[in-house]
């Protein structure tokens, strides 16, 4: 695919996952792991309902810009019916990816996938983790309790 098909499709699915972010809102009775970009105070809140190691529900909610509430949309799509062990080996590729490093697993993201483009715009990687870091909170959490 070609450099400019590949950031129209990645614009087009920002804006789509933006404006009607999935699995936006609060799980009943799970308690939210809540994160803020400490660059522009933008807040990301994720619960997750995990038994026997396993995502069995996952909500966000909260206030960001484009890029952060669409890769937190993108996140709750890929990591629903994941492992915990999974959840983190993504996290820790998606991260990897956005920081530039090339990846034959980049794929297994969905169309989170498609965030690698962030890479070019450092200032936007804070924006673009702030879910997964999230993610990495909440799991940590859980592990404890
Ligand atoms: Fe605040 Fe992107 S500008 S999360």
């Not at 009943?28 to 660059?39: D, R, Y």
């Amino acid at each position: 695919m070609g450099l400019s098909r590949l950031h129209h499709l990645y614009m087009t699915l920002v804006r789509e996952h933006a404006k009607s972010p999935h699995h936006f809102g609060q799980l009943e009775g799970q308690e939210a792991v809540q994160l803020n970009n400490p660059t522009c105070g933008d807040v990301i809140s994720l619960s997750l309902e995990i038994k026997e190691k396993k995502i069995e529900d996952i909500a966000f909610c909260g206030h960001g810009c484009a890029i952060s509430i669409a890769s937190a949309s993108m996140m709750t799509d890929i990591l629903l019916g994941k492992t915990t062990d999974e959840a983190l080996a993504l996290a820790t590729l998606f991260s990897d990816m956005v920081s530039g490093q090339k990846n034959d697993r980049q794929k297994d993201l969905g169309d989170a996938a498609l965030m690698a483009g962030v890479a070019q715009f450092p200032q936007r990687i804070k924006c673009a983790t702030l879910a997964w870091h999230a993610l990495k909170k909440a799991i940590e959490q859980e592990e404890k309790s």
